[in-house]
């Protein structure tokens, strides 16, 4: 009942920017408590948290991404971004948007946590 579309994935040098766009449906009102996430997997690597949100407001990043990604949600139009900027090669990946049921503070960036994931979108970075 609820579907995640990434979007916004490419190619871009290293230094650049790109923002990333997940389209959330929902069947529930927006009053509902729940967290979204941007989570990213490199070939022969495990999946790993990059930023999430709570309803609520509150964020959450990872270590790596600090100072350089920011992740938003517009409720109006049910879109959670990313935007990254200053890329670097490390961030190649495919980047999944999820969600999970409930609001957490901070809201968690353990991919065990969220319970509906998105296809993902592809984001390479070259030097």
């Known amino acids: 009942q609820v579907h995640l579309i990434e979007s916004g994935g490419g190619s871009v040098l290293a230094g650049g920017s790109l923002r990333l766009s997940c389209s959330v449906s929902?069947?529930?009102?927006?009053?509902?408590?729940?967290?979204l996430g941007w989570f990213r997997q490199a070939p022969g690597q495990e999946r790993v948290g990059v930023a999430a949100?709570?309803?609520?407001?509150?964020?959450n990043y990872g270590d790596s991404v600090k100072g350089r990604f920011t992740i938003s949600h517009d409720r109006a139009t049910n879109t959670l971004y990313l935007q990254m900027n200053n890329l670097k090669p490390e961030d190649t990946a495919m980047y999944y948007c999820?969600?999970?049921?409930?609001?957490?503070?901070?809201?968690?960036?353990?991919?065990?946590?969220?319970?509906?994931w998105g296809q993902g979108t592809q984001v390479t970075v070259s030097s």
């Open positions: 929902r069947p529930t009102s927006r009053y509902s408590n729940y967290c």
């Open positions: 949100i709570d309803s609520n407001g509150p964020t």
């Open positions: 999820a969600l999970k049921w409930g609001g957490w503070k901070p809201p968690p960036l353990a991919d065990t946590e969220y319970q509906h």
